[in-house]
């Protein structure tokens, strides 16, 4: 089936850094990506929808400044968290979309901010 | 707004038993409704959808029903395995946009 990867898997920062997550289909174009944001105990929040070569459409709440997307080709999305802070840690998942039905998703990245 | 709500875990089952995993959800058109799983240390897969009321989804021995009188879709399967032990969400899609429950881990043990 599709796969999609995520990279890293894991990252710890110190605050005021930034971070750069890939989400990558490995073995189909997705013109469509998809991030999301898991709080423990609580329900994937979608925060953004990438198109391949325009902007990201932000949901109600989400801050384009703060969470950079970049999708420069048809297998690859990236999510940028600026000028993190210890409440962006949390667990960050893409998904990419194949047709107009179906997502797949990445394995996740948990993200600690210090 | 749409909305997702599945019973809290984790559910602690012995192989072989019966699962019942609830969900109900509110929506204000007519979505889709689909669980995904998640297996440790990978990333959420479909594991069965279902399009409109009444239609029956089913994968791996895994079953749920589109009931629109009790707005739910309760996952189902008659004999459980060890390897069945994951993360379950219900979700919807309503205008290509996917509403998550909170996850039900599912613990099934020898």
């Known amino acids: 089936g599709a796969v999609v990867s995520q990279h890293p898997s894991w990252v710890i920062c110190k605050s005021g850094t930034s971070v750069k997550i890939e989400c990558r289909s490995l073995?189909?174009?997705?013109?469509?990506m998809f991030w999301y944001r898991q709080f423990p105990k609580q329900s994937l929040m979608l925060m953004a929808t990438?198109?391949?070569?325009?902007?990201?459409?932000?949901e109600q709440g989400v801050e384009k400044d703060k969470f950079l997307i970049n999708h420069a080709s048809l297998t690859l999305s990236t999510l940028t968290v600026t000028s993190a802070h210890p409440e962006d840690s949390s667990f960050y998942i893409c998904?990419?979309?194949?047709?107009?039905?179906?997502?797949?998703f990445g394995p996740g990245t948990r993200l600690t901010v210090l | 707004g749409n909305s997702v709500t599945q019973m809290e875990g984790p559910v602690t089952l012995s192989e072989e038993a019966f699962l019942t995993i609830n969900c109900t959800y509110t929506?204000?058109?007519?979505?889709?409704l689909f669980w995904y799983v998640q297996y440790p240390g990978e990333g959420l897969q479909l594991l069965l959808k279902?399009?409109?009321?009444?239609d029956k989804g089913s994968n791996k021995g895994f079953e749920a029903t589109y009931r629109k009188e009790t707005t739910s879709f309760h996952l189902e399967k008659g004999s459980v395995q060890v390897s069945d032990s994951a993360v379950y969400f219900c979700?919807?899609?309503?205008?290509?946009?996917?509403?998550f429950g909170t996850g039900t881990r599912l613990q099934v043990t020898l």
């Open positions: 998904s990419a979309g194949l047709g107009e039905d179906t997502q797949y």
């Open positions: 073995d189909f174009q997705a013109t469509t």
């Open positions: 990438s198109n391949e070569g325009s902007k990201a459409t932000y």
């Open positions: 929506a204000t058109g007519y979505p889709s």
């Open positions: 279902a399009t409109k009321a009444d």
């Open positions: 979700a919807l899609r309503e205008a290509s946009k996917l509403t």
